[in-house]
């Protein structure tokens, strides 16, 4: 397994650490201005496949908890933060959220009507992947907590480990995903993952499915908070993610 720090080249660090607020060695960094879309099918030939959401999220078929009947009627906005607390209670409130859990949850998110068709759809344009995985992979935490231990001996002083920080709060807040805090770092994390992975950092291909589904699942809690739509800053990060796409 690749050291993690191995696998930071020089022009990957400034790109990250620009969107952190900091400065590498006095560099300017500027992300990529080309756009580019390439969706292609779920059962394609590479590590990981760029979907359509909408189609993937009607193949997988798991089901949430039923919200119980109250004597007093739900709020649109009660009923909604129930059923993230509902989802989010499921899949993260025993830390071990993995790859093979990411297609489940874009089902449950879109069930419960938490992601909309209009987000799925905009995921999608933005290049969307759900990475391939088996049981043996670990959990996003786990990976997480080796790849910051791994830092913290060799490059104790790179911003790769506030990133992973951010990760790690937002897998552990996903039940505050209507907030706008939470869903503007999860943009920002997503973003620089894109950095990261799409870069010549010499990863294996399981490390790389394992950073790939990182970023997909903080795309996710990017896109699904009803405030997102209101905020230019998510809007940037997220057009940045898919110009780095």
Same mark, same amino acid.
């Given at each position: 397994?690749?050291?993690?720090?191995?696998?930071?080249?020089?022009?990957?660090?400034?790109?990250?650490?620009?969107?952190?607020?900091?400065?590498?060695?006095?560099?300017?960094?500027?992300?990529?201005?080309?756009?580019?879309?390439d969706t292609r099918d779920v059962d394609g030939s590479s590590a990981?496949?760029?979907?359509?959401?909408?189609?993937?999220?009607?193949?997988?078929?798991?089901?949430?908890?039923?919200?119980?009947?109250?004597?007093?009627?739900?709020?649109?906005?009660?009923?909604?933060?129930?059923?993230?607390?509902?989802?989010?209670?499921?899949?993260?409130?025993k830390g071990q959220f993995g790859i093979g859990d990411i297609p489940?949850?874009? +089902?449950? *998110?879109? &069930?419960?009507?938490?992601?909309?068709?209009? $987000? /799925?759809?905009?995921?999608? %344009?933005?290049?969307?992947?759900?990475?391939?995985?088996d049981g043996s992979q670990p959990s996003l935490l786990d990976f997480?907590?080796?790849?910051?231990?791994?830092?913290?001996?060799?490059?104790?002083?790179?911003?790769?480990?506030?990133?992973?920080?951010?990760?790690?709060?937002?897998?552990?807040?996903?039940?505050?995903?209507?907030? +706008?805090? *939470?869903? &503007?770092?999860?943009?920002?994390?997503?973003? $620089? /993952?894109?950095?990261?992975? %799409?870069?010549?950092?010499?990863?294996?291909?399981?490390?790389?499915?394992?950073?790939?589904?990182?970023?997909?699942?903080?795309?996710?809690?990017?896109?699904?908070?009803?405030?997102?739509?209101?905020?230019?800053?998510?809007?940037?990060?997220?057009?940045?993610?898919?110009?780095?796409?």
């Amino acid at each position: 397994m690749n050291s993690i720090s191995q696998a930071i080249n020089g022009s990957q660090a400034n790109l990250i650490a620009n969107s952190y607020g900091l400065e590498t060695h006095g560099q300017e960094t500027h992300g990529p201005d080309t756009h580019g879309q390439d969706t292609r099918d779920v059962d394609g030939s590479s590590a990981s496949d760029k979907v359509t959401l909408s189609n993937q999220a009607s193949k997988v078929q798991t089901t949430g908890p039923d919200i119980p009947q109250e004597a007093v009627f739900l709020s649109p906005r009660a009923e909604r933060a129930q059923k993230i607390e509902a989802m989010a209670k499921d899949f993260f409130s025993k830390g071990q959220f993995g790859i093979g859990d990411i297609p489940k949850l874009i +089902q449950r *998110l879109h &069930q419960d009507g938490i992601l909309s068709e209009n $987000q /799925l759809n905009r995921l999608s %344009q933005a290049g969307f992947e759900i990475p391939r995985g088996d049981g043996s992979q670990p959990s996003l935490l786990d990976f997480i907590a080796s790849q910051r231990e791994q830092l913290k001996e060799s490059k104790p002083d790179s911003v790769m480990i506030a990133m992973l920080d951010d990760a790690e709060s937002v897998l552990k807040q996903m039940d505050s995903l209507d907030t +706008q805090g *939470l869903n &503007q770092k999860a943009a920002r994390v997503s973003a $620089q /993952l894109s950095v990261f992975v %799409q870069g010549d950092n010499g990863l294996t291909s399981r490390d790389k499915e394992m950073w790939q589904a990182l970023k997909s699942t903080m795309q996710l809690a990017a896109t699904s908070g009803s405030s997102q739509q209101a905020s230019g800053q998510l809007q940037r990060y997220l057009a940045l993610s898919k110009r780095i796409t």
